[in-house]
């Protein structure tokens, strides 16, 4: 066998299970050790300094100045205490990735002799030399330098390395103006104005709107594990995260043998690993299972507060690659690292809380469910309304291979709520809610509504934006996306149409409140439920009705993107100061550039490997057929030979044909927006790759196949 084949095979059987006894039993107390988080504040900060931080994250009043050098003080005390050499401001750029500079606390003070400081300053900006980040323009617009300033609603963190630790502190990223460099800045932004909405609405029904709002998010992250032998040993994967080539072999998930299945025990050392240092950091990791296809996993949270939970994402995607590196793996966070294998995506389960009480759980009283159903038909009206938008903020180049390709749901956006709720907003639609399918009498009226029974119907899991009991589960994101963009949407969307209704309700009389509200309800449901689709969205007969129904359909990128443009959506965002004009612009440039770049790598590795790896193992073959058809043919030997010529014939033609395609794949690589070319040029490129493969002797192949990458760890 080819040698680099057989040597990573090798090498992974020799594989230990995994390092059990570096680890040690995890007690509660060692529960957010490495976090600098509230209780811990109250702890170590002056009782006036606390009350003010408090003022700042719980009400969202403007930070303090003064009390940042108090704060510093203590979190610098705790941090040297942990180990932390360095400070860093942890920030999240437009790369999609995560960004750390790191500052020494040490402070030369003259005569060869040195303290370690941290001030109020150093803690709440910094000036990292951002020149090299993406800003569509927008610093050479402005200035060139990008600031980062302190979160204090997500709590600083220790990061350790083997030498050290760093203490990390969430920043937000902005140029000079204030423009949004990043992808926290918006979110909190929308979560603002989602809080005002939500406050209005409920003033409407009476509440005296001073309670809190919590956007809450659990975001269930799928991911790939194959052992680092295989993946250096393919540059597709070093190069891009996914494979450009390989055969699906004959077995990989029809048996439907490794969902749920028994952990093998280095993935379970792996995975206890990763809980173990998420604890630490204060991620709640809840649930761990094996995914659908062989060598796919998934690790989920439980719920946490949105920009905590976004922050926790991208350190937990941080922590499942590190600690696969520990046990000899990679970690592969591409949304379709196998062709022909599920994919991974990211499922995004929001809710929305006012004070104590979920808006979106049904709920045991009238004056619950009347909310309930108030929030649930303006989430409907927001969905339809904007769904161009919400397909966007899932829009990659990775994940285009996912949505739409029969296991993710489609590109088409629609709402899955289920066929009890269904009725019930099928009967406000008639004007006629008397009863719910299980039993009793209801209207919609504050004091006549009954208990809603919880939602007992089956999941729907081809849906893309599921109402499950009571949160909505976006399930479009790809596994490697940050959960930031998607939020930022579905916060100022809603926002929006919880305006738009609290507008509506504001101008009822108070005798008239509640046949107003049904009015209204059956207003916005017949207006907007034609985005509301409980069947199955992998059929074509859906995308055909889907297209009756006029609900748009972007399966690419770049046309997926133009949303963010558009001008009533430029409008929107104006609107609630989410995104300026020049921000919106920035994204729209920086995304569409990332797409058509990372497209652009990917020909260019395509035509690379084709030319340096797979022609000429092909050649290899063909020579030693050519060789063996000239020795049979000085001799009188007759069986045999025409199956020579036979095999030489099928891999001849098929290096013709893979020449072809690499002069096709040249010429659109050439082209100034070769992207749509260069994806069909690479396809069939593949295409002829993947057959000869298949035909190829298996001892000259000379990458990790499929079976072997997804089977053997
Ligand atoms: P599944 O969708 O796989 O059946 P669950 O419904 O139990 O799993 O939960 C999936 C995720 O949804 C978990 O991270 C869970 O914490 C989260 N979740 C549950 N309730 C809420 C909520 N009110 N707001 C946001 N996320 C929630
Ligand atoms: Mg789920």
């Not at 100045?65 to 180990?83: N, P, R």
């Not at 940050?482 to 101008?507: H, M, P, Q, R, Y």
């Not at 690589?669 to 000869?692: E, H, N, P, Q, T």
């Amino acid at each position: 066998m080819n040698s680099d084949r057989k040597n990573a095979i090798a090498s992974v059987l020799a594989h230990e299970d995994g390092a059990e006894s570096e680890l040690k039993p995890f007690t509660a107390e060692d529960y957010g050790i490495d976090v600098f988080h509230f209780t811990r504040m109250k702890d170590r900060l002056p009782k006036p300094v606390y009350q003010k931080l408090m003022d700042t994250v719980g009400e969202g009043q403007p930070l303090d100045s003064t009390i940042a050098d108090a704060v510093a003080h203590a979190m610098k005390e705790w941090a040297l205490e942990k180990g932390a050499t360095h400070y860093t401001h942890w920030f999240q750029p437009l790369t999609g990735a995560t960004a750390e500079k790191h500052d020494s606390f040490l402070d030369p003070v003259g005569n060869g002799q040195a303290i370690l400081s941290f001030s109020g300053k150093n803690l709440i900006v910094s000036e990292p030399d951002a020149s090299s980040f993406p800003s569509g323009g927008i610093r050479s617009t402005f200035e060139a330098r990008g600031y980062t300033a302190w979160d204090p609603t997500s709590p600083a963190f220790i990061k350790r390395g083997r030498n050290g630790a760093t203490l990390c502190i969430p920043t937000a990223f902005c140029a000079y103006a204030g423009e949004a460099l990043d992808k926290k800045t918006p979110l909190l932004r929308s979560m603002q104005t989602l809080s005002k909405a939500v406050k209005r609405l409920m003033m409407c029904f009476g509440d005296d709107g001073t309670k809190n709002v919590r956007v809450t998010l659990g975001p269930e992250q799928e991911y790939f594990l194959i052992d680092e032998s295989f993946y250096y040993a393919r540059p597709d994967l070093v190069q891009t995260g996914r494979t450009l080539f390989g055969a699906p072999p004959p077995k990989h998930q029809q048996l439907e043998d490794h969902y749920f299945g028994a952990i093998k025990p280095r993935i379970l050392a792996f995975m206890t690993d990763v809980d173990s240092n998420l604890w630490k950091l204060g991620i709640p990791a809840k649930t761990r299972h094996n995914e659908v296809a062989p060598a796919q996993f998934e690790i989920a949270p439980v719920f946490e507060e949105l920009n905590l939970a976004v922050d926790h994402n991208m350190l937990l995607m941080e922590v499942l690659r590190r600690t696969a590196e520990k046990h000899g793996l990679v970690c592969l966070l591409h949304e379709k690292p196998f062709t022909g294998i599920n994919g991974s995506g990211k499922h995004n389960n929001w809710s929305l809380t006012y004070g104590n009480v979920n808006l979106l759980n049904p709920g045991s009283d009238p004056h619950q469910n009347a909310i309930f159903l108030t929030t649930l038909c303006a989430i409907v009206m927001a969905i339809d309304k904007h769904s161009d938008l919400l397909r966007t903020s899932t829009a990659s180049a990775g994940n285009d291979h996912r949505l739409g390709a029969n296991e993710a749901p489609p590109a088409i956006i629609s709402i899955f709520i289920g066929e009890q709720l269904a009725d019930i907003i099928d009967q406000i639609e008639k004007g006629s809610l008397k009863s719910s399918k299980q039993a009793g009498t209801m209207r919609i009226g504050v004091d006549t509504l009954p208990a809603l029974p919880r939602d007992s119907t089956d999941r729907n899991r081809t849906s893309p934006f599921a109402f499950t009991s009571n949160k909505f589960e976006f399930r479009a994101p790809g596994s490697s996306q940050s959960c930031a963009g998607c939020n930022v949407i579905l916060n100022t969307i809603i926002a929006d149409s919880l305006n738009e209704v609290a507008g509506e309700l504001e101008k009822l009389p108070k005798a008239g409140f509640n046949s107003g509200l049904q009015e209204l309800l059956r207003k916005i449901i017949k207006a907007h439920k034609r985005i509301i689709f409980n069947g199955d969205n992998y059929s074509t007969a859906w995308k055909e009705e889907a297209a009756r129904r006029g609900l748009p359909n972007f399966p690419t990128t770049p046309d997926a993107l133009k949303a963010l443009v558009a001008p009533a959506n430029i409008a929107l965002f104006e609107k609630y100061g989410v995104f300026s004009r020049v921000e919106a612009h920035s994204r729209y440039e920086i995304f569409t550039e990332e797409y058509h770049r990372k497209i652009r790598i990917e020909g260019e590795l395509s035509l690379n490997m084709a030319r340096t790896i797979f022609l000429p193992a092909g050649s290899k073959q063909l020579s030693e057929l050519a060789k063996t058809i000239a020795v049979m043919s000085g001799t009188d030997l007759k069986a045999g030979f025409s199956t020579q010529k036979a095999m030489a014939e099928t891999i001849g033609r098929l290096l013709d044909s893979i020449h072809a395609e690499c002069g096709r794949l040249e010429k659109a690589l050439s082209l100034r927006d070769g992207s749509a070319k260069i994806v069909d040029s690479m396809a069939a490129l593949r295409k002829s790759v993947d057959f000869l493969e298949k035909n190829v002797d298996d001892e000259l192949w000379p990458l990790p196949k499929y079976r072997e990458m997804l089977f053997i760890s």
